[in-house]
């Protein structure tokens, strides 16, 4: 089991390097030129050659990846004497935009878009997965097609739709919420949760959908395993058995597809964070595209991947411990 | 054997509704088992038999099925027991053991748990060590080398054989008194069969456990088995011992059954001999009869074959389910094999 979770790390890192090569590569292959995107309409030659030279793009492009990886372990430093900005490590580039380093700009986004993310995932594990088993032990009966109703309408709505509406009915109808404004959960958990609660709903609403099917047709298919039969011949009580025996098996395909789905949202919950205003990740990444800011870019991007690669060896390890058939592989 | 039998089956039906219409998977089957006894179902896939024996559990379940007759355990009518009795009844006085070991297994559980939940669902007071004891000593009992350190291992780490003696192991952990053996060899290869056959009847003489052995496998019977119950389309066929059953069958189908394995044995003399025609579809049975169209001695227009299903009713050592004289039967079917 070690050995397992030790290729699988190693793995990890391998991928992610590759990701963030060609990540940069990509980035730096756009046909806008990021020196002269460091300043505004009225700009000179002479100002955007300096750009260049401080920002390192007057260099080969894999010395330039060279010198972002460098940057990450310790740190960089733009530009020569006086004007020079220091970027401490992990450096992730410097945004000209914005006049910031990028990791400051993400680590500031960063705990915005967890607390939607967790928020989000905790209330659509449950919904999903609860509505799901529901509808399979009452198959065929009113909460089945309730659940599978609302699976329904759930993925056929789009996100943004759901979240305009949410802000519809209980900002504006039924003002029981204010609009959201984020606030940090160490300066006010209350106005935390209160702000956090449209963007969680909505994003629990949408994604939940898939996992009342998933978790719906799991639970069926898992209850005519024979083993389950000789659960109750061995005279297993049925809500033991329905959680040792029936969720136990059903969860183990539905854990999977829930790490990378939670991996992706971390990545930025593009929709709803634009929607519903809150300063994640996202919305950074949004308004770098909006404004071609590049080191931003492909610092999210990276960000997100890294999620993604992160989340998958970690549903890889803790399919090793769910399911003890895939312990020796 | 004692006056009141261990289980009695009477009159019992299991009709399932489907869209295409209703399947009366069982139809009014009796039989009864007596304490310590070894009996054999036998029939071909769709006979009934595992209905017959999922009722026994009272496993068949859905709002689909229909379960009339009743079922004796003891005397007690399993049908009248609430869902919480019956449960106590499953895996203490009943145990059953499945056709396919692997699936039977729970995959997520080591086969130590899945023993020592089997105890532990019928003895809740039990403590830690007694448990183990219990795990360690069954599992031994059933031929698993090294069960201190076996009982940690996973199902997908047994063989087809040992995983079935895991079953057994898990089925007998209680000590029940009837162990329904549901085609307990036909997932195995030919040599672990033997070896899986002869732990059940070891055990079934140590223990004194009646079992009740489901099999399509004649073989199996003939090894096994005490009295031997032949089932065809849902119903008794013929009911006799072991020795009436291969030497003087007094069914059609029985006969047939016998055919399509003695002509194995003696390798040489005749080819193997199919009963021609495929099981009857349980939607459409034939009227009368249900084996009259695979019948050779079918008696022809007018007779009772076609229009009135046959009764058991004794012919020499046996009970068997045919329109036949009886002694016109004997003759028929001795020339047989002449």
Request: aromatic share 8%; with cysteine.
């Given at each position: 089991?070690?050995?397992?979770?030790?290729?699988?790390?190693?793995?990890?890192?391998?991928?992610?390097?590759?990701?963030?090569?060609?990540?940069?590569?990509?980035?730096?292959?756009?046909?806008?030129?990021p020196a002269?995107?460091t300043c505004?309409?009225?700009c000179t030659t002479e100002v955007i050659e300096r750009n260049r030279v401080r920002l390192g793009y007057d260099k080969?492009?894999?010395e330039q990846?060279g010198l972002f990886?460098e940057g990450?372990?310790k740190g960089r430093t733009y530009g020569p004497g006086e004007a020079a900005v220091h970027c401490p490590a992990?450096a992730?580039g410097y945004s000209f935009k914005r006049h910031q380093c990028v990791t400051a700009?993400?680590?500031?986004?960063?705990?915005?878009?967890?607390?939607?993310?967790?928020?989000?995932?905790?209330?659509?594990?449950?919904?999903?997965?609860?509505?799901?088993?529901?509808?399979?032990?009452?198959?065929?009966?009113?909460?089945?097609?309730?659940?599978?109703?609302?699976?329904?309408?759930?993925?056929?709505?789009?996100?943004?739709?759901?979240?305009?509406?949410?802000?519809?009915?209980?900002?504006?109808?039924?003002?029981?919420?204010?609009?959201?404004?984020?606030?940090?959960?160490?300066?006010?958990?209350?106005?935390?949760?209160?702000?956090?609660?449209?963007?969680?709903?909505?994003?629990?609403?949408?994604?939940?959908?898939?996992?009342?099917?998933?978790?719906?047709?799991?639970?069926?298919?898992?209850?005519?395993?024979?083993?389950?039969?000789?659960?109750?011949?061995?005279?297993?009580?049925?809500?033991?058995?329905?959680?040792?025996?029936?969720?136990?098996?059903?969860?183990?395909?539905?854990?999977?597809?829930?790490?990378?789905?939670?991996?992706?949202?971390?990545?930025?919950?593009?929709?709803?964070?634009?929607?519903?205003?809150?300063?994640?990740?996202?919305?950074?990444?949004?308004?770098?595209?909006?404004?071609?800011?590049?080191p931003?870019?492909?610092?999210?991007?990276?960000?997100?991947?890294?999620?993604?690669?992160?989340?998958?060896?970690?549903?890889?390890?803790?399919?090793?411990?769910?399911?003890?058939?895939?312990?020796?592989? | 054997?004692?006056?009141?039998?261990?289980?009695?089956?009477?009159?019992?039906?299991?009709?399932?509704?489907?869209?295409?219409?209703?399947?009366?998977?069982?139809?009014?089957?009796?039989?009864?088992?007596?304490?310590?006894?070894?009996?054999?179902?036998?029939?071909?896939?769709?006979?009934?038999?595992?209905?017959?024996?999922?009722?026994?559990?009272?496993?068949?379940?859905?709002?689909?099925?229909?379960?009339?007759?009743?079922?004796?355990?003891?005397?007690?009518?399993?049908?009248?027991?609430?869902?919480?009795?019956?449960?106590?009844?499953?895996?203490?006085?009943?145990?059953?053991?499945?056709?396919?070991?692997?699936?039977?297994?729970?995959?997520?559980?080591?086969?130590?748990?899945?023993?020592?939940?089997?105890?532990?669902?019928?003895?809740?007071?039990?403590?830690?060590?007694?448990?183990?004891?219990?795990?360690?000593?069954?599992?031994?009992?059933?031929?698993?080398?090294?069960?201190?350190?076996?009982?940690?291992?996973?199902?997908?780490?047994?063989?087809?054989?040992?995983?079935?003696?895991?079953?057994?192991?898990?089925?007998?952990?209680?000590?029940?008194?009837?162990?329904?053996?549901?085609?307990?060899?036909?997932?195995?290869?030919?040599?672990?069969?033997?070896?899986?056959?002869?732990?059940?009847?070891?055990?079934?003489?140590?223990?004194?456990?009646?079992?009740?052995?489901?099999?399509?496998?004649?073989?199996?019977?003939?090894?096994?088995?005490?009295?031997?119950?032949?089932?065809?389309?849902?119903?008794?066929?013929?009911?006799?011992?072991?020795?009436?059953?291969?030497?003087?069958?007094?069914?059609?189908?029985?006969?047939?059954?016998?055919?399509?394995?003695?002509?194995?044995?003696?390798?040489?003399?005749?080819?193997?001999?199919?009963?021609?025609?495929?099981?009857?579809?349980?939607?459409?049975?034939?009227?009368?009869?249900?084996?009259?169209?695979?019948?050779?001695?079918?008696?022809?227009?007018?007779?009772?074959?076609?229009?009135?299903?046959?009764?058991?009713?004794?012919?020499?050592?046996?009970?068997?389910?045919?329109?036949?004289?009886?002694?016109?039967?004997?003759?028929?079917?001795?020339?047989?094999?002449?």
């Amino acid at each position: 089991m070690l050995y397992f979770i030790l290729r699988r790390a190693v793995f990890a890192v391998v991928l992610l390097l590759a990701v963030s090569l060609c990540t940069y590569v990509l980035f730096s292959a756009l046909p806008s030129d990021p020196a002269a995107l460091t300043c505004g309409k009225n700009c000179t030659t002479e100002v955007i050659e300096r750009n260049r030279v401080r920002l390192g793009y007057d260099k080969p492009i894999l010395e330039q990846y060279g010198l972002f990886m460098e940057g990450i372990v310790k740190g960089r430093t733009y530009g020569p004497g006086e004007a020079a900005v220091h970027c401490p490590a992990p450096a992730l580039g410097y945004s000209f935009k914005r006049h910031q380093c990028v990791t400051a700009l993400i680590s500031r986004s960063l705990p915005v878009t967890i607390s939607v993310s967790v928020g989000a995932f905790v209330l659509w594990m449950l919904l999903g997965v609860g509505l799901g088993v529901l509808a399979a032990l009452k198959r065929g009966r009113w909460q089945d097609r309730v659940a599978t109703g609302f699976s329904v309408i759930g993925i056929s709505l789009p996100t943004f739709f759901v979240a305009l509406l949410a802000v519809l009915i209980f900002t504006v109808w039924w003002p029981v919420l204010d609009f959201p404004s984020y606030t940090g959960i160490l300066a006010n958990p209350w106005k935390w949760a209160k702000a956090l609660v449209l963007p969680w709903s909505t994003l629990a609403v949408v994604s939940a959908s898939t996992y009342v099917r998933m978790t719906r047709n799991g639970v069926i298919e898992v209850m005519s395993e024979e083993f389950v039969r000789l659960g109750l011949a061995k005279g297993v009580r049925r809500p033991v058995l329905i959680v040792k025996y029936v969720l136990r098996a059903a969860l183990v395909p539905i854990v999977t597809i829930a790490g990378l789905d939670f991996a992706a949202l971390l990545g930025g919950a593009v929709i709803t964070e634009s929607v519903f205003n809150l300063p994640g990740v996202g919305k950074l990444a949004i308004e770098a595209v909006v404004d071609s800011d590049l080191p931003v870019l492909v610092a999210t991007t990276l960000v997100a991947a890294a999620f993604i690669v992160l989340a998958n060896a970690v549903v890889d390890v803790c399919y090793g411990f769910l399911d003890p058939r895939v312990r020796e592989g | 054997m004692t006056d009141t039998p261990l289980l009695r089956v009477s009159d019992l039906c299991v009709s399932f509704r489907t869209p295409d219409g209703v399947v009366r998977a069982v139809d009014s089957v009796s039989f009864d088992v007596h304490a310590g006894e070894t009996v054999g179902i036998v029939g071909e896939s769709g006979s009934g038999k595992s209905v017959t024996a999922n009722a026994l559990m009272r496993l068949n379940f859905g709002a689909q099925v229909s379960t009339t007759g009743s079922i004796l355990l003891d005397g007690v009518d399993l049908g009248s027991l609430s869902e919480e009795e019956m449960r106590l009844r499953r895996g203490r006085d009943i145990a059953m053991v499945f056709q396919d070991p692997l699936s039977a297994l729970n995959p997520f559980y080591s086969v130590g748990d899945q023993v020592a939940e089997a105890y532990r669902v019928h003895h809740p007071k039990a403590r830690r060590p007694e448990v183990r004891d219990v795990v360690v000593e069954s599992l031994g009992r059933v031929g698993i080398p090294e069960p201190i350190k076996r009982m940690q291992s996973f199902p997908h780490e047994f063989s087809g054989g040992m995983r079935q003696r895991i079953v057994i192991a898990m089925a007998l952990v209680n000590s029940p008194r009837l162990l329904i053996a549901d085609e307990p060899t036909t997932a195995l290869d030919v040599t672990v069969q033997a070896q899986i056959l002869e732990l059940i009847q070891r055990i079934q003489q140590e223990s004194g456990t009646a079992v009740l052995l489901i099999t399509h496998d004649l073989g199996v019977i003939a090894e096994t088995t005490e009295r031997v119950i032949v089932m065809y389309g849902g119903r008794v066929v013929e009911e006799a011992s072991v020795e009436s059953v291969f030497e003087q069958p007094t069914h059609p189908y029985t006969l047939g059954l016998l055919g399509s394995v003695r002509s194995l044995d003696l390798a040489g003399r005749g080819s193997l001999r199919a009963i021609p025609g495929s099981p009857p579809s349980l939607i459409h049975l034939p009227t009368g009869c249900a084996f009259r169209p695979r019948c050779r001695f079918e008696l022809g227009e007018g007779s009772p074959c076609g229009t009135t299903v046959p009764t058991l009713s004794v012919a020499g050592h046996s009970r068997s389910a045919c329109h036949l004289d009886v002694t016109e039967r004997e003759r028929l079917i001795a020339g047989v094999d002449g």
